[in-house]
């Protein structure tokens, strides 16, 4: 099976005259960067503070200043923020590379909790390839969309399909698999990730069902059950979905909270964080799981 690889990021050194400064080995870091130094030198300045959990989650608390954020980086329209925000990425992935021997990162976490567009975002910084277990188990079934195939084959169907995507991704190395939402309700399914390492998205209900819903549900088989308008009806099945899986997705690795992530930033709600604050804290957070573990050294 062969996997395209996304893009690596490109990135250089703005300073305020518009030159791009560049080290030896490629990238600067922040606090080496003129002009830079001031707006950013405690943005995800992490110190990693693991602590246990009955699963094996590894969660972290970041240290690191949120609510000092300027205001700009959490507009993804603008082009420095953009670029400050690449360059901490891309450090971070730096750090956490040479720990990880080309072991697959798999994001778990429940249906529109941005597993894809994390992932790709990761693969990017990482240079692995990305991976979406959906399709592939899609391709299985001659093209059949995962819509069509619950609809008619059923969900049984369906899952014996993933686990088969996920025994075949998991002798592979180098990749961001993003899975199914109920990918974790099968043990055997963790059998195969477990040669990798596993990342919760935790975002909450409300923040789901207001995404799912403001795209419509058609793609999402197992929310076309209820009735009422289309947030109540997505919320009340999430709730009834997270209830069914919530301490499956405990045994992940490592955990991303949003509502953490929302809390340190002074935010009442998630919307404003940017997929790239959420990549980063994945990283950081397979880096508290690294260490933990003792494949990563402490600094």
Same mark, same amino acid.
């Given at each position: 099976m062969e996997a395209k690889v996304g893009p690596s990021f490109q990135i250089s050194s703005w300073t305020g005259t518009g030159k791009a400064v560049k080290s030896s080995s490629g990238f600067l870091p922040v606090s080496q960067i003129p002009g830079v130094q001031k707006r950013w030198q405690k943005l995800f300045s992490i110190h990693l503070q693991p602590?246990? %959990?009955?699963?094996?989650?590894?969660?972290?608390?970041?240290?690191? %200043?949120?609510?000092?954020?300027?205001?700009?980086?959490?507009?993804?329209?603008?082009?420095?923020?953009?670029?400050?925000?690449?360059?901490?990425?891309?450090?971070? =992935?730096?750090?956490?590379?040479?720990?990880l021997h080309g072991r697959c990162i798999y994001l778990v976490g429940m249906m529109g909790s941005g597993k894809t567009t994390v992932g790709k975002i990761l693969s990017q910084v990482l240079n692995y390839s990305f991976i979406d277990s959906d399709i592939l188990v899609e391709?299985?079934?001659?093209?059949? %969309?995962?819509?069509?195939?619950?609809?008619?084959?059923?969900?049984?169907?369906?899952?014996?399909?993933?686990?088969?995507?996920?025994?075949?991704? =998991?002798?592979?190395?180098?990749?961001?698999?993003?899975?199914?939402?109920?990918?974790?309700?099968?043990?055997?399914?963790?059998?195969?990730?477990?040669?990798?390492?596993?990342?919760?998205?935790?975002?909450?209900?409300?923040?789901?069902?207001?995404?799912i819903s403001a795209v419509g549900t058609d793609s999402r088989p197992l929310l076309h059950q209820g009735s009422g308008d289309a947030y109540t009806k997505a919320f009340m099945r999430l709730s009834s979905l997270f209830e069914e899986r919530s301490d499956a997705y405990a045994n992940a690795n490592a955990r991303v909270s949003l509502e953490h992530i929302a809390a340190k930033l002074g935010h009442r709600d998630v919307s404003n964080i940017t997929p790239s604050i959420i990549a980063h804290e994945a990283l950081a957070q397979i880096e508290g799981f690294l260490k933990e573990e003792g494949e990563m050294p402490f600094e």
């Open positions: 602590t246990k %959990s009955r699963h094996k989650t590894t969660v972290l608390e970041p240290s690191c %200043s949120y609510q000092n954020l300027p205001a700009p980086i959490l507009e993804s329209g603008n082009l420095h923020a953009a670029f400050d925000d690449a360059l901490i990425l891309k450090n971070k =992935s730096q750090d956490v590379l040479p720990y391709e299985s079934v001659d093209g059949t %969309s995962v819509a069509e195939i619950f609809n008619l084959y059923g969900e049984r169907f369906f899952r014996d399909k993933e686990s088969e995507v996920l025994k075949k991704l =998991s002798i592979m190395h180098r990749l961001v698999v993003s899975t199914g939402g109920g990918a974790v309700v099968r043990p055997i399914n963790w059998t195969y990730m477990q040669n990798g390492i596993s990342v919760w998205l935790d975002v909450p209900l409300e923040a789901l069902a207001q995404r």
